[in-house]
Structures are given as structure tokens and as C-alpha cells.
DNA sequence: GCCTAGGTCCCGTGT
DNA sequence: ACACGGGGCCTAGGC
């Protein structure tokens, strides 16, 4: 690891290491006390103050506030940097083109900069998604209703958008399925009313609609019963027990 | 500003700065060689690689990889910090109460880790949101339609939700409007749906329900005009242009 | 480019 | 605590 550090750098200083290490795709972080403006979809403005700005290789830059998750000011990767020095102020402009947005921050004082590539090759695996409901219950239909048998995946009902599952039950009725990982509402019973009444135009029989969710709010219990549609309580986590337990294919094998 | 720098630390040292920093409260910023563990609403591990950590005075953290806009894992602010040596490794925990979530970060090596409190009381100001479309309408109704009165803002609309505002046009009838900054769709037509099936349980005359927002989509449309609701185009930039033409009161004094 | 859908979304506000 | 609405949301996938 070649990190290059400065403490207490003059700004005029900070400028030139800065513009080799962009010229470079370097990583940069910088400590200081800047001031910061927006423009673009919206716009704001930041008086003085001391952050940490971070610089990342891929052309993405965040301005974070000693306090709060988020970063006060922002440009998400592929924007362009432009660098200056004057009037003792060390200026970065970061430039977005589409849509176009201007970030421009002031530094006054440069307390540290830190410069260097990292080198990142881990690999990152997230679990307990809906992904994961979803690969349980392709494994075993019936933690949604005994009977239920899976026809297809993500369901493509055209206008209507696409459907988590499409199924039969033991009836055999059509049946329409719609997760989600988290409480579902009045958008969610919407979304499987239009798969519903696409399936039903294009299935000759019955068609129900099953919403597969840990719970319902209450505005979406209204438009369920109104529509005549279904629920069913499951949670990631009961999903998560049952794929456990189960010897299976890896998520990469069931995506083919 | 007094902020300690240290450049290749050994873990155990790492450890008892970090320890020093987080009882005192400061910001730390580490760059090292890490992997990070996560269990909570989603779970998800990231294996080895070279990566900055921020913590913040509020209790967040966060761990960015070298590229992206987002953090790769996080914690929001007030969570709870405790740090470990052991084995060579600089171990951070950092654990929030509701939900509970645990996030776990072990350091290989640590390359940099700057600490202190970082004093930023800067003003921070937005512009060209949603509320300066509510302003520039307040102002000059006529915005959305000529004779258009304004009556209320935000009114209180019972179960169906505030409605950003209510009026009435030029042939006396109820309108109530909805304002989106960004182009509208199915859930901002349902939104207003809902404002104005309430405001006819209310008043006692013919209820009319606009929503304006830069465009309209498809599926919006159609929705529209089956519940025969209606639109109209006006953009967050057209609104900025007509305030900039008026002398006005402040914003917060409008809030009043 | 637009549109759809999801997120450990986060965040404020109100009940 | 839950619910709702907003965000410069961001990101990924499809067309």
C-alpha cells in the first residue's frame, strides 16, 4: 500500500498533490474546512464548516458533515473533477453531465489529504432479500397454500408489468403471486390488481391474487377486500429457517 | 484544529487510539484492510479488501469500498460502538437498538487512521424543491389556472392524507391540488384520488382534483382519466423563474 | 434515453 | 411504536 499523506497542507500545496492524483484515478480524502455549492436537479448552498470529502476511482464524490448518515452534498460516479487554486482557496468542481449538475467545494484550510488506489477485490453477498422469499418459495410452494404448484417466474404481463409467480392451485385456478420482503400497502395491492386483471384476460379460468408479505397495512387490507384479492403472512426470516434446512441450489444456478 | 494522524499503525495500537476517539467522542476516519459482517433486516459479509470507515459524533458509521456511491454497509446514527483486539485483528461492533442490527468490521491492517471532533456549523439551504412549486402557486395561482383561489395549504384531509392545497375556480367549484416536483404517476393520480373522494364526503359543491408536476406518465395518464381527475404540466424550474421576478416573503415566514 | 421496481433505503412528521 | 410522504434519493434491469 503507497497511501501518500499530508498534514497541514497549504492549499495551493493540496491543489498540485490533488491534480496528480486524479490525473492518477487515485482515491483522495480530505479533512478541511470548505464551503460547498450545488446546482443542478435542485440546488443548495453550504457555509464554512469542517468535513471530510471523500474522492472515489470511479469518478464519484461525497461531502460528509461530522454528523448524519448521508453526505450533505453529493455526484454519484462518472462525474468529471476540474481543480484550482486561488485566492489561497483550493476549489474542486465536479461536474455531472446527464442530467447536468455542478458541485463545486471551497476549501479554506486542508487539515489532511490522503491519496492513493485501493485495491478492493472482496466479494460482497447480501441475503435475507426477496430473492430469497422468492427461491424458498419456488422450493416449496406450499409455505404460501398446500396444493399451489409454480408455472413461471417473473411473469411478463406486458403493460401490466411482471408478476413475482405464476401458479395453479389445486383447483386449478390460475393464480397470480406478488412478494415483498417488507409491509406491504396500497401500492403493492395495486401492482397485483393490474397482474391479476392481465392474467384474467389472458388465462380462460379463474384467476386469483395472492399478496405474499411479513404484513398489510390497513389501507391495503381495504383495497384487497375490495378487489377481492388475496394475503398471505411470510416473513423473510421464516424463508430464510426453511432455505436451511433444505440442501439446494445456489441463487446463481436457479437465476439460469 | 487538532486532529491525530497515524500512519501504520499496528492493530493494537489502532485499537487503543480508536478506543481513546470513540470515548471522547471524535470523528475517525480509518483506511485498512478489512472484511465486515452484517446481520439485521438483511444480513450480508464482504470478505477482505482495502477500504475507508467513517465514524461520525452522532454514532453512525459507515464503510465505503473504493468505488460506488453508496456505503457497502452501514449503520445510521446512535448506534453503539465497541472495539476489540484480538489475534492481530482491530475489531469494530457497532450495534442499533430498533431494529436490531448489528454491523462487525475487522481490520487485517490499518494504513490510516485520522481522529478528532470536527466543528461544522455551517448553514445548509436548499432550493428548487417541491416547496418553492408550493410558493411560486401561493403566490400567483393563476400558475395552474386563471381564476384559480387559493383557500388552504396542507389541508387536513382526515384518513385521505393532506392535500397540498385546496381551492376554488372561477365558477365556484371545490378544486384540490396535488404538487409533484418530479414527473407523476399511478401513485401520485391514486394520492389525489384519495384528497378528492374525501373532499366530496366534505363539501357540499362539485370537487375537482388537479395534479401538477413536470409531465405525466402513461400509465398515470390513463388512471387520470378513468377517475376523471386532471393535470397540469409546470416544472420546479419555471417556478424558481417566477420567483426570482417577485419580491417575496422568506420561505419561513410563509411556514407561518 | 425513459420507465419499473427495490432498498439494511434514510429522514422528517404526525398519530 | 407505526404509518405516510419525500428525496438532488441511488441502483439495476428492460426496452
Known sequence: MGLRIFKGLETDN?????????????????????????????SST???GERVVMIKQ??????HRPEGYE???????????????LNGLLKI???????????????HKVYVMVCGRLYDKGIFSMHASEDEMKEAIRLNPSLIEE?????????????????????????????????KREVAGEEEVLQ?????????????????????APSLRRRGQVLLEQLKLEFKALTPESCKRFLKKVPRLSLLEFME
Chains 1, 2 share one sequence.
Do not use: M
Not at 16 to 35: H, P, Q, R, Y
Open 71 to 85: 453526505p450533505v452534498n453529493w455526484q454519484p460516479p462518472g462525474c468529471l473533477f476540474k481543480v484550482d487554486s
Open 147 to 179: 396444493g399451489l404448484r409454480i408455472l413461471t417466474s417473473e411473469k411478463d404481463l406486458g403493460e401490466a408489468g411482471y408478476a413475482d409467480f405464476v401458479g395453479e392451485d389445486s383447483k386449478g385456478n390460475f393464480v397470480v403471486i406478488e412478494i
Open 58 to 63: 470511479d469518478g464519484s464524490i461525497l461531502v
Open 14 to 42: 493540496a491543489y498540485l498533490e490533488l491534480k496528480t492524483s486524479l490525473a492518477n484515478n487515485e482515491s483522495v480524502i480530505i479533512v478541511g474546512d470548505c464551503e460547498v455549492e450545488y446546482y443542478g436537479r435542485a
Open 46 to 48: 453550504l457555509t464554512r
Open 93 to 107: 468542481v465536479a461536474t455531472r453531465l446527464s442530467p447536468h449538475e455542478v458541485l463545486t467545494i471551497s476549501f
Open 192 to 212: 397485483l390488481a393490474r397482474y391479476v386483471n392481465e392474467a384474467k384476460q389472458r388465462v380462460n379460468r379463474p384467476v386469483r391474487g395472492v399478496l405474499v
